[in-house]
């Protein structure tokens, strides 16, 4: 009974681990938002919201703001920002006073209000609770974007190469019924990690193989490049989560987490390591498809 408890506590801490990065992708500091939009070029999804109060906030965090849809297009095109304004949950006074502060400068009069922002904090667009879905409020959010001038862009899927999500990854193998290939590296850094990149990762033998078995999650620890406090943050507590001791390390597991098989660099080139991908899935219980 004890093992089965631990087991369980397990599954529920890579859960959380795992779904982390939907939690911490919002920012409640608008300095910190501008700062991050001008860094990135990319507009501010500022949200309004009375997050346990409001119906109508609980609807659109409910069919909207947690789905998959919207969590890809908004991780391509937008900064997202929060304002809360909560009735029972505790917040700072210092938050509570700034998004009073916001509140009346964008002159917002109910919740939820959502405002498209530039990086010098003038709104390009504005909406607030739509019916539909994640993908219907994509669309709204695509409309409001090419109307304020920007050029929105696809979000990144299985199709289209390596996720940076977790909670993505998850949701394409669990759609798709496929395996996630986590990959540990250092994209800017370790000559391992180069070395997997040049010849395997960006051949076309891998790449036509993971398009029809893999859901391809990169977790990156560059030396030179600066990452997102919160993503470090991420990344590490799922590395040492898996046990992940160095780079590359690429991770066979399925969409609940649970890791199937380890492997890193292998010398033989393309072949030998889809070879080596191939049998690693047949032994989990995957059909490899040709």
């Not at 659109?60 to 998959?68: A, F, G, I, N, Y």
């Not at 999650?217 to 040492?240: E, G, H, S």
Request: proline fraction near 3%; charged fraction near 30%.
């Amino acid at each position: 009974m004890a093992r089965k408890k631990s087991f369980v506590g397990c599954a529920l801490m890579l859960a959380f681990v795992l779904g982390a990065s939907a939690k911490t992708a919002w920012l409640e500091d608008m300095d910190k938002a501008l700062a991050e939009s001008k860094e990135k070029n990319i507009p501010i999804f500022a949200l309004f919201t009375g997050s346990d109060w409001c119906p109508w906030c609980i609807k659109l965090e409910k069919e909207v703001l947690s789905t998959k849809e919207f969590s890809n297009f908004a991780n391509a095109n937008f900064i997202l920002f929060k304002a809360d304004f909560p009735h029972n949950s505790k917040q700072s006074d210092k938050v509570r006073r700034r998004n009073e502060e916001l509140g009346k400068q964008y002159k917002v009069s109910g919740y939820p209000t959502v405002l498209i922002l530039d990086s010098e904090g003038a709104v390009k667009g504005k909406t607030g609770y739509l019916k539909g879905g994640g993908a219907a409020y994509v669309e709204r959010c695509t409309s409001l974007l090419k109307q304020a001038g920007y050029q929105p862009k696809e979000p990144a899927s299985k199709s289209s190469g390596w996720l940076e999500s977790l909670e993505d990854a998850q949701a394409d193998a669990k759609e798709n019924k496929l395996p996630i290939f986590a990959l540990f590296t250092e994209s800017d850094g370790g000559m391992m990690c180069k070395k997997l990149e040049s010849e395997i990762l960006s051949s076309q033998e891998f790449k036509d193989f993971a398009e029809k078995n893999l859901v391809l999650l990169k977790v990156d620890f560059p030396r030179t490049v600066k990452l997102d406090l919160a993503q470090k943050k991420t990344n590490t507590a799922l590395r040492n989560k898996l046990g992940v001791m160095s780079y590359p390390t690429a991770v066979i597991m399925n969409a609940d987490g649970q890791v199937k098989t380890k492997i890193g660099y292998r010398p033989g080139g393309a072949a030998s390591y889809v070879k080596f991908c191939e049998e690693a899935l047949t032994k989990a219980g995957y059909e490899v498809k040709k």
